[in-house]
C-alpha cells in the first residue's frame, strides 16, 4: 500500500497565524483527504482534494480557513488559517490505495 | 450520512484476556476498516474488511454486511494493545469518498 510522509509532525503556533501541513505520497493518487481530530474525538473529514480541481470542503469546514493545495498526484498541503486554540488538533492526510493510508499526522497546539 | 457506532467506548482489562469490540454502521458499505491509534496518536490501520472474517496473529476481525455490523476480536490481551480503536466506513456510493468514523473503544490493558 502507499506510504505517506507529512509533516511536520507537531507544531505550537501563536494565535492569529497559520500552518501549512504537507504529505507526500509515493504513487500517485487521485485523490487525497484531510481530517482533523479535536482532543478526545474521533476523526472528521475536512476535505477531498483532487488534482486539477478545487477541493471539495465537508459541512463545516470553509476554504478561506482550510485553503488546500493538489499541484501534482503525489503532494498536497492543507494549511490552517488565522488559528485559535480552538484549532488545536491532529490533522491527517490520506489517500485510497485497497483500503485507507494515513499519514502519521500533525498534532497543533495553538496558544 | 452514513452512521457508525462502536461499543463499548471504553474496556479496561487484565493482560491476557480476551474482547470483542463491536462496530454497528447505518447503510451499506463498500470499506471497513479496524485502526488502532497508539498514545502518539499514529493511526495503524489493522484490517481492511467490508465483509468476511480475517485474522492476522492475536488480531481477527469478522463483518456481516448484511446485518451491517463488524466485530473485532483481540486474544491474549498485551499492554502494548492499549489505545483506541477505531471502526470506519465508506459508504456504497460510486467513487472514494473518504471515511466515516466511529467515536472508538478506548481499550487499557493493565499489567
Known amino acids: 500500500s502507499a506510504v505517506i510522509s507529512q509533516k511536520p509532525s507537531r507544531d505550537i503556533c501563536q494565535r492569529g497565524t497559520s500552518l501549512t501541513i504537507q504529505c507526500q505520497v509515493d504513487s500517485q493518487v487521485t485523490m487525497m483527504f484531510w481530517y482533523r481530530q479535536q482532543p478526545g474525538q474521533s476523526l472528521t473529514l475536512i476535505a477531498t482534494a483532487n488534482q486539477g480541481s478545487e477541493a471539495t470542503y465537508e459541512s463545516g469546514f470553509v476554504i478561506d480557513k482550510f485553503p488546500i493545495s493538489r499541484p501534482n498526484l503525489t503532494f498536497s498541503t492543507l494549511t490552517v488559517s488565522n488559528m485559535s486554540p480552538e484549532d488545536s488538533s491532529i490533522y491527517l492526510c490520506?489517500?485510497?490505495?485497497?483500503?485507507?493510508?494515513f499519514g502519521s499526522g500533525t498534532r497543533l497546539t495553538v496558544v | 450520512g452514513i452512521q457508525v457506532e462502536q461499543s463499548p467506548p471504553d474496556l479496561i482489562l487484565q493482560e491476557g484476556a480476551n474482547s470483542t469490540l463491536r462496530c454497528n454502521f447505518s447503510?451499506?458499505?463498500?470499506?471497513l476498516q479496524w485502526f488502532h491509534q497508539n498514545p502518539w496518536g499514529q493511526l495503524i490501520n489493522l484490517f481492511y474488511i467490508p465483509s468476511g472474517t480475517k485474522q492476522n496473529g492475536r488480531l481477527s476481525a469478522t463483518t456481516v454486511a448484511t446485518e451491517r455490523y463488524s466485530l473485532l476480536y483481540i486474544s491474549s490481551s498485551q499492554t502494548t494493545d492499549s489505545g483506541v480503536y477505531f471502526c470506519a466506513v465508506e459508504d456504497s456510493g460510486g467513487g472514494a469518498d473518504g471515511l466515516t468514523f466511529g467515536k472508538g473503544t478506548h481499550l487499557i490493558i493493565q499489567p
Open positions: 447503510d451499506s458499505v463498500n470499506n
Open positions: 490520506s489517500v485510497e490505495d485497497n483500503g485507507y493510508t
